[in-house]
């Protein structure tokens, strides 16, 4: 069973494994079956769901705002985290030349707005700013963000894909700290350790979550040198702490991390998710964390 935790000193209760959804549009359900795979990992403890008004071209909050619709009172066992800033070029947007961010007040509004609507809720608990935007104005940002939780529509804030000193930034311009930084954290790419990008938040007592973290899929189908030497570790590993699977190995790998990473998991079939929550009871040593750091980056520690 997995646990809630509260992520940052003002932040919210979430889940310590989060339930991600951004590949929900390929999964082929219908709107009960969302409902079930729903209540299902809901009963597993993972209460959170991770969220973005882009995923499956901005279809995916829709499709899980039709589950919502068949059961409203499911609403309230859930925490639901999405995104905005990112505005894609498509048979939707037709009148966008290039893909872009943007973080102006309009579209932020927009953006939640589209999100509340499509995801048939009132409120949303945390909604991050997607990916860094070099047009950011962080007073902008600040202005959305005390309005939005003003009228009750957003309760928390928070960032995704950011570097320290751009959580920094926005973090001296809001009113209402930050209370996460999403970002990617797996055998292949783990750069966010050693950037001071989960140092600062383990300063900040602030819990990052964590995208990727199967590598999407590389880590087991990659044929790179890398992908290899990494796959065969965790195999070793595996046996060692008598896991069913690698990806048990990995999500224990990114829970080890001293900021205390909540893993999402992308996978739309039970069994997995199950597998995932069974990870829980993984711990890794020292040196079998520091074996798979090695088998990534190909040399021993400086």
Known sequence: MVSKVTIAPQGPEMSELVQGYWRLAEWGMTPQQRLSFLKQHIELGITTVDHADIYGNYECEKLFGEAIKLEPSIRDQIEIVTKCDIKLCGDKTPERKINHYDTGVAHIYESVNNSLERLNIDCIDVLLIHRPDALMDAD?????FS?????????????????????????????????????????????????????????????????????????FTGATEQAERVRAELELIRQEVGAESIDQVIYAWVRRLPSKPLPIIGSGKIERVSAAVAAMDIELTREQWYRVWVASKGHGVP
Request: with cysteine; charged share 20%; aromatic share 6%.
């Open 140 to 144: 902008e940002v600040a202005e959305a």
């Open 147 to 219: 309005e939005l939780h003003k009228v009750g529509k957003v309760k928390h804030f928070g960032v995704s894909n950011f570097t320290p000193r751009q959580f920094e930034l926005l973090q001296s311009r809001v009113s209402k700290p930050l209370v996460t930084n999403q970002v990617e954290i797996n055998p292949l790419n783990f750069e966010v350790a050693h950037d001071g990008t989960l140092d600062q938040l383990q300063m900040l007592r602030v819990r990052p979550m964590a995208w990727s973290c199967l590598g999407g899929g590389s880590i």
